[in-house]
């Protein structure tokens, strides 16, 4: 990476070269990493299977090779399963290749890689959280564009009202209330809308 890091990013990984990538099994499917020189270049979050996992991550990634991870890529690996188990997971030293993301939308990952698992904000917060510059459309097509999902967890990201908005990987909506499921967030939309989903978290009793 070049020039100033935004907002305290860590220091480039030592010892990398050419973009790389793994995958790795996790409990609701196999996902992908890609790295590179400058940090973790993306995550694929897992598709139908193993194959297409695979497939999806050279289209999005062709120039990559696949290696043995490197120590800090091991563990990243390592924290997002414990994530996706529903053990928690700390991310937030994981270093990010953003050498190819416009600085707003660096800034806008920044407030998103802020939310503790279990915890989510609107688009509208995180826009209001970045002062007059901020926007929630801006930030609606950040989470859209999105290349290092769960690392940058865009899935604790909701539309207006705990509304749960969009979500651009495999299974979508059904995808993203899953992963929220397993952190223990709750979202604010009735429950007869919870119920027509068959991976939905319905709201905690009591609330």
Known sequence: ????????EPASLGGMSAQSYALFETPVGWCGIVWGVGGVAGVQLPERDQKA?????????????EAAPPPPIRQAIERMTQ????????????????????????????VARSIPAGDTLSYGEIAARL???GD?????EAMARNPFPI?????????????????SAAGGVVTKLRLLEIEGA???????LFSALPLAMRPRQGS
């Not at 865009?154 to 705990?162: D, E, N, P, T, Y």
Request: charge should be positive.
């Open 1 to 8: 990476m070049t020039g100033r890091r935004p907002h305290g």
């Open 53 to 65: 996992t695979r497939t999806r991550l050279e289209r999005r990634y062709p120039e990559a090779q």
């Open 83 to 110: 994530l996706l188990s529903g053990e928690g997971g700390d991310l937030s030293m994981v270093v990010l290749d953003m050498s190819d993301i416009p600085p707003q939308r660096r800034d806008i990952y920044a």
């Open 131 to 133: 002062g007059d510059g």
């Open 136 to 140: 929630a459309r801006d930030v609606g």
């Open 151 to 167: 690392i940058v967890p865009c899935h604790r990201v909701l539309a207006a009202g705990g509304k749960i908005g969009g979500f």
């Open 186 to 192: 709750q979202v604010g939309e009735a429950p007869t």
